[in-house]
């Protein structure tokens, strides 16, 4: 199976900066699309900034010119470096990988992966 790992939430003043990262760990062979999205307290889940492997990149409007999606294809790793933070990027932060191609014995078999989450509090 896929597990992925997220690390580098916090909390952090308004216009200040944090780094999400998401580790991808199992018998993996590709990922195709790795994601940020988020849900606030009482909101529906949004998708933040996703990146192909081909590191082909889409934003959500709000989050333009502040926020930055990587990815490190020989570590299986998403990154979202967080800039000119806002209150209203307040959130739980939730990692995904789309169509996870992995090993399970002789099967390839492809999936789809969500992380735990990560709070993001920032204040104002």
């Known amino acids: 199976q896929v597990q992925l790992v997220e690390s580098g939430g916090g909390l952090v003043q308004a216009g200040g900066s944090l780094r999400l990262s998401c580790a991808a760990s199992?018998?993996?062979?590709?990922?195709?699309?790795m994601g940020w999205y988020r849900q606030g307290l009482g909101k529906q889940r949004e998708l933040v900034a996703s990146?192909?492997?081909?590191?082909?990149?889409n934003y959500l409007d709000s989050v333009k010119g502040r926020f930055t999606i990587s990815r490190d294809n020989a570590k299986n790793t998403v990154y979202l470096q967080m800039n000119s933070l806002k209150p209203e990027d307040t959130a739980v932060y939730i990692c995904?990988?789309?169509?996870?191609?992995?090993?399970?014995?002789?099967?390839?078999?492809?999936?789809?992966?969500w992380g735990q989450g990560t709070q993001v509090t920032v204040s104002s």
């Open positions: 199992g018998s993996i062979v590709s990922i195709d699309t």
């Open positions: 990146i192909t492997s081909g590191h082909s990149t």
């Open positions: 995904n990988a789309n169509r996870v191609l992995f090993t399970a014995g002789t099967r390839y078999i492809y999936n789809d992966y």
